[in-house]
């Protein structure tokens, strides 16, 4: 073989295979109290059951076995008339909860007020983690007055409609299905965020605005 010959074999280099080398997992960002409490505040503001919100709850005894525990909670949730309180953990604080053993088959304290858990696995529940997303990403969309007193006329003339013949009443913003759930971000109009975001999903006026529990 000529010296050209064995030169020209060393320049071919064997073709590179695409896609044989994974990318390297990033290890996931561990979810913080504080993105777990801003979720569950974003889910009362939309649930059109929750009628206010007071942060952080009045302490409360609770009674489990021969042993008197006092705790204030989170959150006191006033839910259809009932008030409840609540406490938001991540699964870390979890582990050190003091209530967390009762919780788990139920617990109330002495004035008779339900205890409950919120971790990452019931604040972000599927399709309501999603729903509400979509929903609180339509916060800051402008809707103008003509906009935003034709969708709720029409609301108060039928009842409950269908999110896509509500939309339909919008002229002036470009989204209309944006522009009814910014209102629904301003608590004026009730939205079932159980369910996925469809062009059926029902709508109706919110009579009772979602109180601010930090008074902002």
Same mark, same amino acid.
Request: charge should be negative; charged fraction near 25%; glycine fraction near 4%.
């Given at each position: 073989?000529? $010296?050209? $010959?064995?030169?020209? =074999? ?23 109290? *504080? ?49 409840? =309180? ?8 979890? =582990? *050190? ?20 858990i919120e971790t990452a696995a019931s604040i972000r529940a599927e399709p309501r983690f999603t729903t509400m997303r979509l929903i609180m990403a339509c916060k800051r969309t402008p809707v103008t007055a003509g906009d935003r007193v034709r969708i709720l006329h029409q609301l108060?003339? !039928?009842? $409950? ?10 002229? *002036?913003?470009?989204?209309? !299905?944006?522009?009814? =759930? ?8 009730? !939205? ?10 029902? !709508? ?13």
């Amino acid at each position: 073989m000529s $010296a050209q $010959a064995i030169l020209d =074999l060393s320049d071919r280099r064997p073709a590179r295979r695409s896609g044989t080398r994974r990318a390297a997992k990033r290890p996931a960002t561990p979810l913080t109290r *504080n993105a777990l409490i801003a979720d569950f505040l974003s889910v009362c503001e939309l649930d059109a059951d929750v009628e206010c919100l007071r942060a952080p709850a009045d302490p409360a005894t609770f009674v489990i076995g021969d042993e008197t525990i006092e705790h204030s909670a989170d959150f006191e949730v006033v839910r259809d008339g009932s008030a409840y =309180l609540v406490d938001v953990a991540t699964d870390d604080d979890l =582990l *050190n909860h003091p209530l967390r053993a009762a919780a788990i088959h139920g617990i109330t304290s002495s004035d008779g007020r339900p205890f409950i858990i919120e971790t990452a696995a019931s604040i972000r529940a599927e399709p309501r983690f999603t729903t509400m997303r979509l929903i609180m990403a339509c916060k800051r969309t402008p809707v103008t007055a003509g906009d935003r007193v034709r969708i709720l006329h029409q609301l108060d003339e !039928v009842g $409950a409609m269908r999110l896509v013949d509500c939309a339909s009443a919008v002229m *002036n913003t470009q989204d209309g !299905v944006a522009a009814v =759930l910014a209102l629904a971000c301003e608590g004026l109009i009730a !939205v079932d965020i159980s369910r996925p975001i469809l062009p059926e999903t029902q !709508v109706r006026r919110r009579r009772l605005p979602f109180a601010d529990p930090f008074a902002f």
